[in-house]
């Protein structure tokens, strides 16, 4: 089965940095996008990155500048560099990939990691 696996939160000063990996685990012949959701306690959640398989990024306009989405596609992994860390982007932090296909199945499916929080704090 498929397991996407998080990493790189904490807790950070404002003006920090972190940064995010998230690896997809298994049998995996090809994902289309991945990226990172986040929401606050008492928000909805926000898409604030993504990235295709080719390499073309968007972010929200609020991390626009701040925050760097990559990908290594022979590792699986899709990585969020934050800088200049504001208290506003404290959320929990949810990778996610598009279409995961693995060996011998014919259908892709979506899968969420499990969240890592992060908290901007001085």
């Known amino acids: 089965q498929v397991q996407l696996m998080e990493s790189g939160g904490g807790l950070v000063q404002p003006g920090g940095s972190l940064r995010l990996s998230c690896a997809a685990s298994g049998s995996i012949v090809s994902i289309n996008a991945m990226g990172w959701y986040r929401q606050a306690p008492g928000k909805r959640r926000e898409l604030a990155a993504t990235?295709?398989?080719?390499?073309?990024?968007n972010y929200l306009d609020s991390v626009k500048g701040r925050f760097t989405i990559s990908r290594d596609n022979a590792r699986n992994t899709v990585y969020l560099q934050m800088n200049s860390l504001k208290p506003e982007d404290t959320a929990v932090y949810y990778c996610?990939?598009?279409?995961?296909?693995?060996?011998?199945?014919?259908?892709?499916?979506?899968?969420w990691g499990q969240g890592t929080q992060v908290t901007v704090s001085s």
């Open positions: 990235i295709t398989s080719d390499g073309s990024t």
């Open positions: 996610y990939a598009e279409n995961i296909k693995v060996a011998r199945m014919q259908v892709g499916y979506d899968y």
